[in-house]
Nanobody, 122 residues
Framework: QVHLRESGGGLVQAGGSLRLSCAAS????????VAWFRQTPGKQREFVAG????????YYADSVKGRFTISGDSAKKTVYLQTNSLKPEDTGVYSC???????????????WGQGTQVTVSS
């Protein structure tokens, strides 16, 4: 089993930045990709960004391209999401998840963290 713990969320004004972290523990050798999703009340989980450990390929939702950057530190078993130029519509609970590859559909992922709240005020 893989355990994921997110941190770094908070309240920020529009235009600000936050750095989210996703720390993994447990049977992480089976993890080939990590993705960030976000969710707001009444809406489905939305794919934000993903990274593949082998080759380091990164993928982004169109809504965050150019503003968010995903990166990973394999030694620390941690994935980061640097969020810049935040907008009120970026508000939500951000969760990380592990899977065999990066997919935009949340059902493709095996393990999830509890999430961290990001609130962007206008």
């Amino acid at each position: 089993q893989v355990h994921l713990r997110e941190s770094g969320g908070g309240l920020v004004q529009a235009g600000g930045s936050l750095r989210l972290s996703c720390a993994a523990s447990g049977r992480t050798f089976s993890t080939r990709a990590v993705a960030w999703f976000r969710q707001t009340p009444g809406k489905q989980r939305e794919f934000v960004a993903g990274i593949e450990w082998s080759g380091g390929g990164t993928y982004y939702a169109d809504s965050v391209k150019g503003r968010f950057t995903i990166s990973g530190d394999s030694a620390k078993k941690t994935v980061y999401l640097q969020t810049n130029s935040l907008k009120p519509e970026d508000t939500g609970v951000y969760s990380c998840a592990t899977g065999r590859s990066v997919y935009s559909g949340w059902l493709e992922y095996d393990y999830w963290g509890q999430g961290t709240q990001v609130t962007v005020s206008s």
